[in-house]
């Protein structure tokens, strides 16, 4: 229990966040870019067992989430990862989870930007190219920057708003799929199965929209129930996304024959159902969905500066808190400039697939985390699972499988960025 008693000592910021706040997190770090242009990918690999494919990467990522559901509910601190790595494996271990958590945030929220500046450009030309676009993307960081250092119920109406309107184009496209095709939506499952390379790739390019839920548990420091949110928000927030994740997927592949071939399938899907309106209409929910991501994004992987810097990893000027708005004003400043500054570089979309393989790193240390903490929290009314260690166990199993799907440009990329963390680690070490 002191652990948890000298972090809420140092912590300056108010507890805002409900399950609400939490869930929203959760399903917005889910729900990005990735939904509107992966089930042409996974229909090229998989062809109409490609539903099935999401169904088991929820499967996968299943004991994952509910092992950092019970972490989550063990801390009542910022910084999620920095938190548990350290107290379960030292302070070296906690300070790579939140550096590789850190970067896999950056690196996605920087492309996500750019396909938002993309999104804009579709109405407004001028801003997809030259100085029209640098201009869109500092916009584009500087008012998502300036929502986050207002502060966090900010941050929050912000994501809610954003989400209703995501939320409201992808039932309505399943909705409207679902009456205008009527039963031809569901598959007969006739075709021949999708061979063992194609399963794979296909899981390893469907795990990029089951990822980026991790971000919920960062700012357990402005939890108002951490104890009961954290893990419900990620549960909750699982079983959402993929029910909407294989019905977009059902009407996408009825309503576009050549799904397979598509650049845009959403897009086209929207398209083929409702006409150039429907095309409209699904561009403000890409632009919607990609703004809320960045938000969530922008929320938690500031607040991991916040917390290195509280541990005195980073320099004290991270963890300065605004004492008109109550928000980490620095960090949130740095990752705003951090990420204009990728995002107008361009070169930054071969780190994408590093990402995953960042967040496995990451999976892995939460997993293997709870055996070495469970016993010091078990009889303290925290989340429990079932099955002792049943459960991290598998998701262990999961993430190893999902290794060794990734490519070798992927492994050494983040081999690079680990030696990185490991030199910035031992400078703070240093500094102290």
């Known amino acids: 229990m002191h652990e948890n008693s000298s972090e809420e000592l140092q912590e300056k910021l108010p507890r805002n966040l409900g399950l609400w706040g939490v869930w929203m997190l959760v399903v917005n770090g889910f729900i990005g870019a990735g939904i509107f242009g992966l089930p042409s990918g996974a229909a090229r690999l998989a062809g109409e067992y490609s539903v099935l494919i999401y169904g088991f990467?929820?499967?996968?990522?299943?004991?994952?989430?509910?092992?950092?559901?019970?972490?989550?509910?063990?801390?009542?601190?910022?910084?999620?990862?920095?938190?548990?790595?350290?107290?379960?494996?030292?302070?070296?271990?906690?300070?790579?989870?939140?550096?590789l958590y850190y970067l896999a945030r950056l690196i996605s929220f920087a492309a996500n930007t750019v396909l938002l500046t993309d999104s804009i450009a579709y109405f407004f030309p001028i801003m997809g190219e030259g100085i029209g676009r640098l201009i869109s993307l500092a916009l584009t960081c500087g008012l998502l920057s300036l929502i986050n250092i207002?502060?966090?119920?900010?941050?929050?109406?912000?994501?809610?708003?954003?989400?209703?309107?995501?939320?409201?184009?992808?039932?309505?496209?399943?909705i409207g799929g679902f009456l205008l095709i009527g039963p031809d939506v569901i598959p007969h499952f006739d075709t021949p199965l999708p061979s063992g390379s194609d399963f794979g790739a296909a899981t390893l390019l469907l795990i990029y929209a089951f990822v980026g839920f991790e971000g919920a548990i960062v700012p357990a420091g402005e939890a108002k129930r951490p104890k009961r949110d954290m893990p419900l928000g990620l549960i909750l927030g699982l079983i959402v996304v993929t029910i909407i994740y294989m019905l977009v997927q059902l009407v996408s592949q009825s309503a576009v024959p050549n799904l397979a071939a598509s650049n845009s399938p959403l897009l086209d899907a929207s398209s083929a159902l409702f006409g150039s309106t429907g095309a409209v209409i699904l561009m403000v929910g890409v632009a919607t969905s990609v703004l809320a991501n960045l938000i969530s994004s922008m929320f938690s992987a500031s607040r991991i500066t916040y917390a290195l810097a509280l541990e005195k990893s980073l320099p004290a000027w991270f963890g300065e808190v605004s004492n008109k708005f109550l928000t980490p004003a620095n960090s949130v400043f740095f990752f705003g400039i951090a990420a204009f500054v990728l995002a107008a570089m361009g070169s930054f979309t071969f780190l994408a697939a590093m990402t995953v393989l960042s967040r496995l790193f990451l999976f892995i240390m939460t997993c293997a985390a709870i055996p070495v903490l469970r016993p010091r929290f078990r009889d303290q009314g925290y989340f429990i699972l079932k099955g002792g260690y049943l459960i991290p166990a598998l998701g262990i199993i999961a993430c190893i499988w999902l290794m060794l799907q990734v490519s070798w440009t992927s492994i050494w990329l983040t081999a690079v960025l680990i030696g990185v963390g490991t030199g910035l680690y031992w400078l703070g070490k240093m500094q102290k």
């Open 150 to 174: 207002l502060g966090s119920s900010e941050s929050i109406r912000s994501m809610t708003l954003f989400t209703i309107i995501k939320f409201a184009v992808l039932i309505g496209l399943i």
């Open 57 to 99: 990467c929820a499967l996968l990522m299943l004991p994952v989430i509910l092992s950092f559901a019970e972490i989550g509910s063990y801390f009542r601190g910022t910084g999620g990862p920095i938190r548990y790595g350290k107290l379960a494996f030292g302070s070296f271990v906690g300070f790579q989870g939140g550096w």
